[in-house]
């Protein structure tokens, strides 16, 4: 079955009791059992439901994955993750990672006994030299939030085979669509379900993604006991959206690639982050690794932060707010915004200027979307 019709049917299996296309929700905390210790495969939501038991076999399908696993958001799956490591253990983590990732590892993870490292994953020698003999995953972004850095998959798994390092991977900005990051050796696929995968702005959730029975086992574990679980209305609602990911996804690329074309073009944009212009470090790999760029672009204006804020004050189309992947064109600043709480000498040290500016690209007319950043432009 191609790509295409698994994202539309892959678990689209008409009710039994009354044939109807669309699933119920089975909007349901308990279920009564059939006497005791016997149940219909059900007994509690928090452990279980119906609804999620859909999307996280659908969501497997599409990734190519025997198990999926859903959670209460992107950062609940993270942290999910982070719980098959103990004190002492060490992580090596992509360094331009979204905000709210290095905020958890940092703030947070730190005072339970983990330790932490970043690297520019682009760079393979980099994540060479970083590992130690505490090392116990590989944290890997790709493209990276908000530069768009591109991490060579299979030279990381090379990596991560070499020392027995579990190697995850964030893919949230590829999406199944573009880049199945477990064909490439990973253990661990993850998304934030919140973006493109449910792409209508309207939930918050997380996935992940295995091919590890042990790593399901656990993650399922993690998922019962600690409670971090999408309501069953958030699964029907992310299903809804999951089947139109292939055509949303083609419409974001070709419009991104298009913006991005602009935007490098005009006289006022100092440096433009997308993968899919040959100009850019990461084209190659990401040529070779993606089946198409995704429709997130990060730009810098010549004028510094005074200009990107008169841009993002002055979009009309755009809309000035945060998250990303949704069908609306979404404009962004990242040093105030989605990576705030990222120290200023950190984020500067990694290229994460206070000027720069991202853009999650909708699926509007492409030309709506050049001619309100045209316009937005003029007056940078």
């Known amino acids: 079955m191609k790509l295409d019709t698994k994202i539309v049917r892959a678990s689209s299996k008409p009710d039994k009791t009354t044939g109807a296309v669309v699933p119920p929700i089975y909007q349901t905390a308990t279920y009564v059992l059939e006497e005791v210790g016997k149940d219909k495969g059900f007994d509690y939501t928090r452990a279980s439901n119906p609804s999620r038991q859909l999307l996280e076999e659908h969501l497997a399908a599409i990734e190519g994955a025997k198990y999926g696993v859903c959670f209460s958001s992107g950062m609940s799956a993270v942290d999910s993750i982070m719980k098959l490591l103990k004190v002492g253990d060490h992580v090596i983590c992509s360094d331009d990672v979204y905000g709210g990732v290095s905020r958890h590892f940092n703030q947070v993870l730190v005072h339970y006994g983990l330790e932490f490292t970043y690297v520019?994953?682009?760079?393979p020698e980099s994540v060479k030299n970083a590992i130690k003999d505490n090392t116990k995953l590989l944290w890997i972004e790709t493209p990276t939030n908000p530069l768009l850095k591109i991490t060579d998959?299979?030279?990381?798994?090379?990596?991560?085979?070499?020392?027995?390092?579990?190697?995850?991977?964030?893919?949230?900005?590829s999406t199944p669509v573009f880049l199945r990051p477990l064909e490439f050796g990973a253990d661990i696929a993850m998304h934030s379900t919140t973006k493109y995968l449910s792409g209508h702005n309207q939930i918050i959730g997380g996935a992940i993604l295995t091919n590890n029975q042990e790593i399901f086992d656990k993650m399922k574990f993690i998922q019962k006991t600690i409670g971090a679980v999408s309501s069953p209305f958030d699964c029907y609602l992310t299903m809804l959206g999951l089947r139109t990911l292939h055509l949303r996804m083609e419409r974001h690329a070709e419009n991104a690639q298009?913006?991005?074309?602009?935007?490098?073009?005009?006289?006022?944009?100092?440096?433009?982050?997308?993968?899919?212009?040959p100009s850019d470090p990461g084209y190659d790999i990401a040529k070779q690794q993606m089946l198409g760029f995704s429709g997130m672009i990060s730009f810098e204006l010549s004028g510094g932060i005074p200009a990107g804020k008169h841009v993002m004050n002055n979009v009309k189309l755009c809309f000035l707010a945060e998250s990303l992947g949704a069908v609306e064109t979404m404009i962004t600043h990242p040093a105030t915004m989605t990576h705030a709480e990222v120290p200023e000498q950190e984020r500067h040290a990694r290229g994460l200027t206070d000027g720069l500016v991202r853009l999650s690209v909708g699926i509007e007319h492409k030309q709506d979307i050049i001619n309100d950043l045209s316009q937005a432009l003029e007056g940078a």
């Open 120 to 123: 520019n994953s682009s760079n």
């Open 258 to 277: 298009a913006v991005a074309e602009f935007l490098e073009s005009h006289p006022k944009v100092s440096r433009v982050a997308y993968p899919g212009l």
């Open 153 to 173: 998959l299979n030279a990381m798994n090379q990596i991560a085979k070499d020392n027995n390092l579990l190697f995850g991977v964030d893919s949230t900005f």
